[in-house]
């Protein structure tokens, strides 16, 4: 399936929506990862599919699980991202800031090698397709604001208090 910048985009084959201390998420997968994970779903609480995909929304859904109880640090389970070379780009350094930490647009854009980008590299972070496991959450406004998030401030903010809560354990 292609969208409308005709990028190649995975066909998810499982859906799971669970309840967290966040609100509702739902883990979208296909038989080589998660392809999406929804903020603050409207979905109930379900699960469908079978196969690989499957098993990939279940090992998100637990690791999601034990990562907001403070229990997990870093993600194991693949994801698949698909976008633009910039997007991937951004979301590849997002992969790499550690826990309990946090970068800001402009850092982001600097280390891609174009200081001048920091709205792009916001609007990438806006375009992430998985967010939590692809921790758009850890970008912040260089003048110390939160910036944006899908889940809205407040999640983003209750996220990094979690991660600089446990950073030290």
Known sequence: MRNLQGVVMPRYAATICFSTPVGLLEVESADTGVTRVRLGSRQKPREVGDGDALEYARKAKG?????????????????VLTG???????WAKLLAIPYGKTRTYGDIAAEL????????????????????????????AGNGGLGGFGGGVRMKHE???????????
């Open 63 to 79: 690791e999601i699980l034990a990562y907001l109880e403070g229990g997990l640090k870093r993600f194991t389970v693949p994801v």
């Open 84 to 90: 633009t070379p910039f997007q991937r780009a951004v």
């Open 113 to 140: 090698g174009k200081p001048r980008a920091a709205r792009a590299v916001g609007t990438a972070c806006g375009a992430n397709p998985i967010p939590i496991l692809v921790p758009c959450h850890r970008i912040v």
């Open 159 to 169: 996220l990094l208090e979690l991660e600089r809560t446990r950073a030290t354990r």
